[in-house]
């Protein structure tokens, strides 16, 4: 009877032990969980492109003043980061042209370090010309000494793609030029009569216009 029971306890013991491992095998398993995390993301390119584009020579001059032709039209080179030109000029008479400062890329600019320089040679014998002293002031892109007028102006940035405002004012330094935008420049020469005539040369004079400029990273 004693070895009955205690085999009896031995079998119910044995069977709880059991009963509780599936237990606790169970709760492992209800208590793990796999996480993750999947993302994507697309990274656009990044370019630095400003140059100039679209040169247009104007065609209507101002009251008083007639067009002179081009010895040279404006001729872009250098990968579009040059433009050169050449006229002769007659008393009253002008010459100019459009080009678009274009920022084509995707990082936002400033233009800064602005300078004109101006270079004067003169003839005394109306053949060959001589280095000269240059008078006159020069400011902002402009110079003028009485009866000779040269300007680079500028318009305000608009989107590439976007008609200019015909809004001109002085390029100075600190000019924002965004992403895919531009400035429309207008270059103007002139030949003036000025008030007081004596000041006018007797010989014939050679310009060299000069207008630097950086474009850096905004």
């Given at each position: 009877?004693?070895?009955?029971r205690g085999?009896?306890?031995?079998?119910?013991?044995?069977?709880v032990l059991?009963v509780?491992?599936?237990v606790?095998?169970?709760?492992?398993?209800?208590?793990?969980?796999?996480?993750?995390i999947?993302?994507?993301?697309?990274?656009?390119?990044?370019?630095?492109?400003?140059?100039?584009?679209?040169?247009?020579?104007?065609?209507?001059?101002?009251?008083?003043?007639?067009?002179?032709?081009?010895?040279?039209?404006p001729?872009?080179?250098n990968k579009?980061?040059?433009?050169t030109?050449?006229?002769?000029?007659?008393?009253?008479q002008?010459?100019?042209?459009?080009?678009?400062l274009?920022?084509a890329?995707?990082?936002?600019?400033?233009?800064?370090?602005?300078?004109?320089?101006?270079?004067?040679?003169?003839?005394?014998?109306?053949?060959?010309?001589t280095?000269?002293?240059?008078?006159?002031?020069?400011s902002?892109?402009?110079?003028?000494?009485?009866?000779?007028?040269?300007?680079?102006?500028?318009?305000?940035?608009?989107?590439?793609?976007?008609?200019?405002?015909?809004?001109?004012?002085s390029i100075?330094?600190?000019?924002?030029?965004?992403?895919?935008?531009?400035?429309k420049?207008?270059?103007?020469?002139?030949?003036?009569?000025?008030?007081?005539?004596?000041?006018?040369?007797?010989?014939?004079?050679?310009?060299?216009?000069?207008l630097?400029f950086?474009?850096?990273?905004?």
């Amino acid at each position: 009877m004693k070895n009955s029971r205690g085999k009896l306890i031995q079998n119910v013991t044995i069977i709880v032990l059991a009963v509780a491992l599936i237990v606790m095998s169970v709760g492992y398993a209800a208590y793990t969980q796999t996480l993750s995390i999947t993302g994507a993301t697309e990274i656009q390119s990044a370019s630095w492109d400003i140059h100039f584009a679209n040169p247009s020579v104007i065609t209507t001059p101002d009251a008083g003043y007639t067009i002179a032709t081009d010895a040279v039209a404006p001729t872009l080179s250098n990968k579009n980061h040059e433009i050169t030109f050449s006229t002769n000029l007659s008393l009253n008479q002008e010459y100019g042209f459009y080009i678009d400062l274009q920022n084509a890329g995707t990082i936002n600019s400033i233009i800064n370090n602005i300078n004109l320089g101006v270079q004067k040679k003169t003839t005394t014998d109306g053949v060959n010309y001589t280095d000269a002293t240059v008078d006159g002031s020069v400011s902002n892109g402009s110079f003028t000494n009485g009866y000779l007028t040269y300007t680079v102006t500028t318009t305000d940035p608009v989107t590439i793609g976007s008609t200019a405002e015909e809004k001109y004012a002085s390029i100075t330094n600190n000019l924002a030029l965004d992403k895919r935008s531009y400035r429309k420049l207008y270059v103007l020469v002139k030949y003036n009569m000025p008030t007081d005539i004596s000041i006018l040369p007797t010989n014939s004079e050679q310009y060299t216009f000069t207008l630097t400029f950086d474009a850096s990273q905004a």
